[in-house]
């Protein structure tokens, strides 16, 4: 093989790699995004105020706490989320953009941020609104 | 060859190598800095800037000046070949609008025997590198566009997102604002860009510069480089 197709064969071979990881990667951010999604549904259906405090984001769950005066997890359960069903042939549509993420349930949409423990619910309880941002019942800040 | 002779037969592509890599570097800590402030305003964790070397917001920022400056190129390769500018240094005499001659052009049976093999060859291969140039600039301009418009949506639905608005797809997001606000900023720059060296060239010099007629020529001779 001349050397010029060879460095070819190596580029296509580079490129194909790339890709391959790529699709990978925004695959598994996808997985991990619903997975982390579904556990603040079953937590929130459970009741379990812990749970659900330690699905939020840093800044949501500070919200939450200062709004009702009392900690995260007693807040939370008196907040108006709907609690979606919590298997994952429930969730219509995961959609995952480098570090940010929207999961649709029937009843609730969720907005996700990658955190260095993981995907955390950014604000919850969302209704779209048409060309402005969607309300939403739980949101930090 | 000695490592210093190499340097000065390859100064300009050297140069302009070491600038281009240097100015990404720049780059990539300042769009770093600037991406961290609005996720800490957000409420949202920061990231290395490792992370955002292989972040879209990065990518298309970096795409969208590539496919401009192509675009630049390209279209000044092709149409430099049928407009030209009376007096300016930036283009060919008057008299030699087109594609000029074969002998003109040193090809076919009218090749040297230094000349590259594919212009003595004829047919295909001759017709395919007598536009390589302008091929290989437009090939990249079209490459760097479209990887402006994937890499554009992934940055824009990242921000929507950020903003909790909903994300779109890549056939919406080729006809927004957003993706034709970016193109076309970088588009009139070169444009402008490229006027603007053709008209000034008429009439000031630069002693020394290919780019520059000779300082004493007339502002009517056209086509001439110092």
């Known amino acids: 093989m001349p050397w010029r ?35 603040f549904e079953r937590a929130l259906g459970a009741r379990d105020g812990g749970a659900v405090c330690r699905a939020l984001a840093p800044a949501t769950r500070e919200e939450v706490a200062q709004s009702a005066k009392t900690t995260c997890a007693k807040g939370i359960l008196d907040e108006e989320v709907p609690s979606a069903d919590a298997v994952p042939e429930d969730v219509q ?45 739980l949101k930090g800040g | 060859m000695t490592a210093r002779r190499f340097l000065r037969d390859n100064g300009l592509g050297l140069a302009f190598g070491t600038a281009f890599v240097l100015a990404l570097i720049g780059q990539a800590f300042a769009g770093h800095a600037d ?59 008057l008299d030699r609008i087109g594609v000029e001659s074969d002998e003109d052009q040193q090809v076919g049976p009218h090749a040297r025997p230094d000349s590259p093999r594919w212009a003595a060859a004829g047919g295909i291969r001759l017709k395919v590198y007598a536009s390589s140039l302008g091929q290989a600039m437009g ?30 797809s890549w056939r919406e997001y080729i006809v927004s604002a957003d993706f034709w606000d970016r193109t076309l900023q970088n588009w009139q720059s070169e444009f402008i860009a490229i006027a603007s060296m053709a008209i000034l060239s008429i009439y000031l010099r630069q002693r020394g510069s290919p780019e520059s007629k000779p300082v004493g020529a007339p502002h009517h001779s056209t086509g001439v480089e110092g």
């Open chain 1, 5 to 39: 197709w060879q460095w070819g064969a190596a580029a296509a071979t580079g490129a194909a790699l790339v890709l391959t990881t790529a699709c990978g990667a925004v695959e598994e951010r996808r997985t991990a995004a619903m997975a982390a999604a579904l556990d």
């Open chain 2, 35 to 93: 991406f961290n402030n609005q996720l800490v305003a957000d409420d949202l964790q920061p990231i290395s800037v490792g992370d955002y070397m292989a972040s879209s917001d990065f990518a298309v920022d970096v795409m969208e000046n590539w496919q401009s400056e192509y675009l630049q190129f390209f279209l000044y390769v092709f149409l430099t070949v049928w407009l030209v500018q009376r007096g300016s240094p930036e283009s060919k005499s």
């Open chain 1, 93 to 137: 549509s995961v959609d995952v953009n480098g570090r940010q993420a929207r999961v649709v349930f029937p009843a609730d949409t969720l907005f996700l941020s990658l955190f260095p423990g993981g995907w955390k619910i950014v604000a919850a309880g969302c209704t779209p609104r048409p060309q402005r941002p969607y309300r939403c019942t």
């Open chain 2, 139 to 168: 090939a990249i301009f079209v490459l760097s566009w479209l990887a402006q418009s994937v890499t554009g949506v992934s940055a824009y639905n990242e921000e929507q997102l950020r903003q909790l608005q909903a994300p779109t």
